[in-house]
């Protein structure tokens, strides 16, 4: 009687098991450095597509994929959308130059990117005959209670504008509000009559969320394009005609941003070794790394980019002896890429006197 008791119980426990392992997994949304970031002149994070289709991997294939963003390409950043399911994703792209067509796209780098992976069964849907498309969402979607949602909207709109972004630069696109300025940042546009659009959408009830993904003060974010003409872009207004709204409801949010870090500086035979991590799920590029001495010149050297998760290894040889001298080696000691910590980017003098890695690069 124990052992059918026994095996009874193992049974269980195995199908306990298997029933939690096929439990679909929750809506999510992944976002990859921020919008207010971005603006603000943070372009050398991004994120390219591959890496974003790894994150999407654990998920079911039929689940729906809701994304948008920008390149970090120079006076022609333009706007993504990413759309599909989990099994045949597509990434669209939307250039400021003429002809602003919405085009496949492959292998780019995103300096930002809000990515939405969704359960099928969990869509909200219903039909819109009238009103303007931001607050008519804006409205709906907060009586429903949802907090952080994707959206995919189909249907007839008139007097739509819009705009593609075409540059920001370093110091960020707050500094100026001149038309002179804004002409440079994005080229806008404006289609009057009525047209058929594609949208992929996000809604992001809290401040924190809208400056994640959207801007402050604006819970609704869309991306479009005319299915005509494919002319597109960053959805300002628009007036409904009849539109199709299904909303996936998101029940988790993960924000990517890389810590930069020394991890150590070693002394061998008269040179310098030091090694610098990227910890984080983004790359970088154009990491400026110093060696401050007291009275003395500072070394700089500039890495062209670090990968994901990785490592990499710089080193000088000074003209005087420095191990018994205080120092510091610090990265990006100009602030110019955001991260989510700051605190760790000094190593202090003076320096352990252990031999190198040998795997030093200049």
């Known amino acids: ?90 990434f669209l792209w ?61 249907g007839t709109l008139f007097d739509v504008q819009f705009h593609v972004s075409s540059h920001i630069p370093k110091e960020g696109i707050g500094i100026s509000r001149s038309p002179r300025f804004e002409g440079k940042s994005r080229k806008a546009f404006r289609i009057e009559g009525p047209s058929e659009w594609e949208i992929n959408g996000l809604y992001l009830h809290s401040q924190e969320l809208q400056l994640m993904a959207s801007t402050d003060g604006h819970p609704v974010r869309l991306h479009g394009y005319e299915d005509n003409s494919r002319k597109g872009g960053h959805i300002n207004s628009a007036q409904i005609d009849r539109l199709s709204v299904h909303v996936y409801p998101l029940e988790d949010v993960t924000l990517f941003q890389n810590d930069l870090l020394i991890e150590d500086v070693k002394w061998n035979k008269g040179g310098i070794e030091i090694i610098v991590v990227n910890n984080g799920r983004m790359n970088v ?47 990006d000691p100009n602030d110019e890429i955001k991260e989510r910590r700051e605190d760790n980017n000094r190593f202090p003098w003076p320096m352990r006197g252990e031999t190198a890695t040998g795997e030093t690069h200049q």
């Open 1 to 90: 009687m124990k052992k059918v008791l026994s095996i009874s119980f193992v049974i269980m426990i195995l199908v306990m098991k298997v029933v939690a392992f096929s439990a679909e997994p929750k809506s999510k949304l992944f976002v990859y450095n921020s919008s207010y970031d971005l603006m603000k002149g943070d372009l050398w994070h991004y994120i390219k597509d591959q890496q974003i289709l790894l994150d999407l991997e654990l998920y079911p294939r039929n689940f729906v994929v809701v994304g948008l963003g920008n390149t970090n390409q120079s006076y022609s950043i333009g706007e993504m959308m990413a759309m599909g399911t989990v099994g045949l994703p597509r």
């Open 285 to 331: 590029k154009h990491v400026t790394v110093k060696a401050f001495f007291p009275e003395m010149e500072t070394w700089t050297v500039t890495i062209d980019r670090i990968e994901s998760m990785s490592k990499r290894f710089i080193g000088f040889t000074p003209s005087v002896d420095l191990l018994e001298r205080e120092g510091w080696v610090v990265v």
């Open 94 to 154: 939307i250039s400021p130059q003429y002809p602003n067509k919405a085009v496949e796209i492959w292998d780019r780098e995103f300096p930002f990117a809000a990515i939405a992976v969704c359960n099928p069964k969990e869509v909200i849907r219903w039909e819109e005959t009238g009103g303007e498309i931001h607050k008519i969402l804006s409205d709906r979607i907060e009586a429903e209670g949802i907090k952080v949602a994707a959206l995919k909207l189909r």
